[in-house]
């Protein structure tokens, strides 16, 4: 597959997203104009973490990938990555870049790819901007694969805002199921909030200012090397009927001389039950990334997407037409603004699960479809 890295959003979510689609299908991946949409274009020390982990999980070769390039191939390779043989494969996205995103790049292929049982241990910040934390991770993302029946566990070895740890550990998949988080079925059920900080004071928050029935908080003071000052705040808010919506505050530095960390974990959980007033069952954020999974599941899943959304932000377009394009047979509709409040996504996918069918065979039935009708 080719893929211009212009396309939608032009950041690292489409290098990611070609990444787990051309290992998972094993397909030769040419990327080019990599991040063109961003201000310093090519690619920067975390993504070629990503590449590194996904050719050695799949067994991939690829050549280009210095900071800087912008063209990429990953090649077939002779699929001799990590497979059946229990173990751990460990990437480092050095520093501060973001674990999160280099285990979006590999999680089709860990959790699909029928490669049995093996640990990812990712090395990198646990807590970054314009990044899923490994809170999001553990009680968003996860839980919500969870109810597709992918079943996985993410175990926090060492927070950092940069040189942290995270483990990951898939328990299998019993029977992949479509998400059915379509109607939304009543309130929040219970908040979670989990803050830490690096080079702050410890503080204490009253639950009462939270106006609080069912919230959890969990503050962590600590937050590991690499960043002078730094606070995050981190909501999960579980809603009756089964949705999980998460939203979350990263600070750094001068700006926290003058903020109250009180002010910000209550202002969080504030924009946390609106969020949850607006209608949806999953966020905006998650919505991107789930749909990968729904494209591969067969028959049709539904999301209601709803929440606060960034401003100028296309990753959730971006990954609905690039899944249209690789995923052959796969149907996505969207109908905005619906009554009750969000988004509805139905997805109509192709039904990849538990390694039965490997991409080409997916992608060779829609083409005879294609052809037959
Ligand atoms: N606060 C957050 N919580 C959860 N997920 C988030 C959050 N912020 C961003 N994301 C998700 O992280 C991904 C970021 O994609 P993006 O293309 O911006 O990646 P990137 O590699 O950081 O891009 P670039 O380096 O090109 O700026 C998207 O899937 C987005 O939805």
Redesign the pocket.
């Known amino acids: 597959m080719h893929v211009s890295g212009d396309r939608g ?1 032009g ?6 997203l070609s990444l787990a689609l051309s290992s998972l299908f094993r397909q030769e991946l040419m990327l080019s104009k990599i ?1 063109a ?2 201000s310093k274009p090519g690619l ?1 020390k ?2 070629i973490s990503c590449v590194t982990l996904v050719a050695e999980y799949a067994g991939m070769v690829w050549e280009g990938g210095k900071v800087g390039d912008v063209e990429l191939t990953l090649g077939v390779g002779d699929d001799d990555g990590c497979t059946k043989e229990a173990g751990v494969t460990v990437a480092d996205a050095g520093g501060a870049g ?1 674990t ?2 280099m285990l ?1 790049s590999v999680l089709p292929l860990y959790t699909l790819g029928g490669r049995g049982k093996r640990d990812l241990v990712l090395k990198g910040g646990t807590n970054c901007a ?4 490994v809170e ?1 991770v553990r009680l968003c993302l996860l839980p919500i694969l969870g109810l597709m029946g992918i079943v996985l566990e993410c175990e926090l070895v060492k927070r950092g805002f940069s040189f942290g740890e995270i483990r990951i550990t898939n328990n299998g998949i019993s029977e992949l199921k479509n998400l059915e988080l379509g109607e939304r079925n009543g309130g929040i059920e219970s908040i979670q909030v989990v803050a830490c900080g690096v080079g702050v004071e410890e503080f204490d928050v009253d639950v009462e200012e939270l106006q609080g029935v069912g919230v959890d908080i969990d503050l962590k003071v600590g937050g590991g090397k690499g960043k002078a000052k730094a606070f995050h705040c981190v909501c999960v808010g579980r809603l009756i009927g089964g949705g999980i919506m ?3 505050v ?1 600070l750094e530095g001068k700006k926290l001389d003058s903020t109250s960390l009180t002010e910000v974990v209550v202002k969080c959980v504030a924009e946390m039950r609106e969020m949850a007033a607006g209608g949806g069952n999953v966020d ?3 919505a ?2 789930l749909l990968v999974f729904m494209a591969l599941c067969g028959g049709r899943g539904i999301i209601r997407v709803g929440g606060k959304r ?1 401003e100028g ?1 296309k ?1 959730l377009e971006t990954v609905i037409e690039m899944l249209q394009e690789f995923v052959s047979g796969v149907r996505i509709e969207v109908e905005e603004e619906v009554e009750g409040g969000g988004m509805i996504i139905r997805v109509d996918g192709v039904g990849f699960g538990g390694g039965k069918k490997r991409g080409r065979e997916v992608q060779e039935e829609g083409e005879e479809e294609e052809v037959a009708s």
């Open positions: 959003e950041g690292g979510q489409v290098l990611r991040r949409g961003r920067r975390q993504h973001s999160a995103l979006q314009f990044a899923p934390s999001h998460s939203t979350d990263l905006y954020r998650t991107d990334q960034d932000c990753h």
